[in-house]
């Protein structure tokens, strides 16, 4: 059930212990939370950009179904998912407090639906093809969802949308870009993870079992290859059944903050919420703890390849 954002005084934003930054607006609440552990134990990051859950007040009252959308834009409980896998392995985690619903912060600042907005798009900007996702209803602020229809009863002030994209989506993204070189200059190389979760993809043919993962790397350009190859033999090892790029390759984090060039590595990981929430994929099923046991092993495994890549030694066993 949805519930109003409060602050309650502490450093914990939904249970997450760490450092919050920017603002979500209508709330007193961080628009994130950071946490680096001391030393860097190993040079890797999780984020989870869709995790967040704090809903302001007005936010609720302005949308048409809060419940459904909320059920439907969340990777619901990916946050819980990757503080489990963060604190098992010394990752560092970057985590959003602020909900999709109000902005998602895996989409271009640009790549809005303006018919959505009051006033339209600003002076010089216009529909494009890059913004056709957005025309659809998944653009930077989502619009529309199967089964629903419009998220919104009225169209957003362009006002409310800069309030969204300085409190929220510029110091998300200035935080991690700040985390990753931190990282970097630490080990020579880093690896991002940013980790989603996913419908159930239906069995394709020849596959005896559909894809309970998927790998993107925005089809090679966002990280090394060895690093794709140590994931799938890790899956392969675990009897678990993972898909490179399709359906999903990665998005606007990865075409950001990825700089194989410069070490800075990243890989976007979907998990099938069949995987680890119950029957109406809304809360953590028995099996959340065994997938968080999977992913700290190969976050373990790809932490080994990173360090190797940047000279350095991981002085843990690689699973």
């Not at 529909?127 to 930077?140: E, I, K, Q, T």
Request: net charge neutral.
């Amino acid at each position: 059930m949805i519930t109003s954002a409060v602050m309650d005084g502490g450093t914990a934003i939904g249970g997450i212990e760490g450092e919050g930054g920017g603002e979500i607006p209508g709330s007193a609440v961080p628009a994130f939370t950071l946490r680096r552990p001391a030393g860097a134990p190993i040079p890797v990051l999780i984020a989870a950009p869709h995790g967040g859950k704090t809903y302001p007040p007005q936010l609720i009252e302005r949308m048409r179904d809060a419940e459904f959308a909320a059920l439907r834009l969340e990777d619901r409980h990916v946050d819980r998912l990757a503080d489990a896998v963060a604190s098992a392995t010394g990752a560092a985690l970057l985590v959003a407090n602020a909900p999709r619903a109000m902005l998602d912060l895996n989409r271009a600042t640009d790549d809005m639906d303006w018919s959505m907005v009051a006033e339209g798009a600003p002076n010089g900007v216009r529909h494009s093809a890059a913004n056709r996702r957005a025309r659809s209803g998944l653009g930077l602020v989502p619009r529309r969802l199967t089964g629903l229809g419009e998220i919104w009863k009225n169209r957003l002030d362009r006002e409310e949308l800069e309030a969204r994209i300085a409190g929220v989506h510029a110091p998300y993204h200035a935080a991690l870009a700040g985390a990753l070189e931190d990282l970097r200059d630490r080990w020579g190389a880093v690896l991002l993870i940013d980790l989603h979760s996913m419908p159930p993809l239906a069995t394709r043919p020849g596959e005896q079992r559909p894809g309970e993962f998927v790998i993107g790397d925005r089809f090679g350009a966002s990280c090394q290859h060895r690093l794709v190859r140590s994931a799938f033999a890790f899956f392969e090892r675990h009897d678990r059944v993972a898909l490179h790029n399709r359906p999903y390759a990665g998005g606007y984090v990865l075409d950001r903050h990825a700089l194989p060039a410069r070490g800075i590595h990243a890989l976007q990981i979907e998990v099938c919420r069949t995987s680890y929430l119950d029957a109406r994929f809304a809360e953590p099923s028995g099996r959340f703890a065994g997938v968080a046991r999977t992913l700290a092993g190969l976050v373990r495994a790809l932490a080994s390849e990173v360090a190797d890549m940047g000279g350095a030694r991981l002085p843990l066993a690689a699973e």
